[in-house]
């Protein structure tokens, strides 16, 4: 055949393959989500989510460090919160001596250059596991749960925290908390909104890891109808206009196409979460021998690299440090 282009040539050997590779993963990628509990020397591993833990903050900075040595430089902080402390309000989740908040002091003790981004919602503080607050016919109240939302965040500014990712989807939250982190001089503390989030099935398994899911209803009120896309376009851009630093997509995989209009739409950093479900699915069907796990997983990273995410928060973070340390060849 006379042929001007063949397209195998540029894939005739790993060199040439790594050349023109059109994305990478590396650990500069990374938001690793961990979760922290009361208590000490002691970690449970969630049992949706094989070779996660749910840590105590001794045993959590020591995993801490481990990670960050293998060069993953982000964290996001999820408390588990013991059930005496939650109310109606989520009180809790502004109190300076809350889990978080120490949690967020004491791994600034010991790594101090490790960025830590912390969740900025009520569902793992209230008793009804709703991320707002609720009146008497259960409708959950914006403008209310907006004023619990400054607070908590304000007093995870100042006890150390980098970003606050707020991820309830209340309206205005972005541009309130910005207000509130200002007037109390975090100027310097960023904001990771949860702009696109959606009311995923996916999010099971973290549930289970907090203790967290709604007692009634679900979370269709103020979370994103899976079937829109343009409208995802419209919350990103209301929380830029409110001082977004990094807009994110959550859940990533069955989102890939929000992750792409999203970049396309944006000039700010656009992340994306791979999900509790996500590492899940993956877990379970390479338990079963049913998928190669080390592979799938690079796999769908990678689509979420290549869809346009500059940033993953997923639970393979680790492992993907580790397999990148040990030289893999893709
Ligand atoms: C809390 C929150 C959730 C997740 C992150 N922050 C659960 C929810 O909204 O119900 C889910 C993360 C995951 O599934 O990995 N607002």
């Known amino acids: 055949m006379q042929l001007t282009h063949r397209p195998r040539r540029l894939r005739r050997n ?3 393959r790594s050349l023109v590779r059109e994305v990478h993963l590396s650990v500069d990628d990374f938001i ?3 979760f922290v509990m009361e208590g000490e020397n002691s970690r449970v591993e969630i049992p949706s989510m094989p070779e996660a833990y749910r840590f105590t903050l001794d045993l959590l900075i020591k995993e801490i460090e481990e990670i960050y040595a293998l ?3 982000a964290i996001a902080l999820f408390p588990a919160v013991p059930e005496e402390k939650k109310d109606l309000r989520g009180s809790e989740s502004f109190n300076p001596e809350g889990l ?3 949690a967020v002091r004491a791994i600034k003790a010991v790594v101090p250059d490790i960025i830590i981004f912390t969740d900025v919602a009520l569902d793992p503080f209230t008793t009804h596991g709703h991320d ?3 009146d008497d016919n259960g409708v959950i109240l914006n403008d209310e749960t907006v004023e619990v939302l400054v607070k908590m965040s304000v007093s995870q500014a100042a006890a150390g925290t980098d970003f606050v990712s707020p991820s309830d989807m209340m309206d205005g939250r972005i541009g309130a908390i910005r207000q509130g982190l200002d007037a109390n001089g975090f100027e310097d503390v960023g904001i990771l909104a949860y702009s696109a989030k959606y009311a995923s099935a996916y999010y099971g398994p ?5 203790g967290s899911a709604p007692k009634s209803g679900d979370k269709k009120t103020y979370q994103m109808d899976s079937a829109n896309a343009r409208e995802a376009i419209k919350e990103v851009y209301l929380d830029i206009a409110e001082g977004a630093d990094i807009v994110m997509v959550k859940p990533a995989l ?4 929000i992750i792409a209009k999203v970049k396309e739409a944006t000039n700010v950093p656009v992340a994306a979460y791979n999900v509790s479900g996500e590492y899940a699915m993956i877990k379970a069907a390479a338990q079963l021998g049913w998928i190669d796990e ?5 796999e769908t990273l990678l689509s979420m690299k290549r869809a346009g995410a500059d940033i993953i928060l997923s639970y393979h973070a680790k492992a993907v440090a580790q397999i990148l340390a040990s030289g893999y060849c893709f």
Do not use: C, E, H
Not at 206 to 210: G, K, N, T
Not at 254 to 257: Q, S, V
């Open 14 to 16: 790993p060199s040439i």
């Open 32 to 34: 690793y989500p961990m």
């Open 71 to 73: 060069g993953i430089k």
């Open 100 to 102: 978080a908040q120490r």
């Open 132 to 134: 707002g607050i609720i």
């Open 206 to 210: 973290f549930r289970d890891a907090l």
């Open 254 to 257: 069955a989102y890939l196409d």
């Open 294 to 298: 080390k592979k799938v997983m690079l």
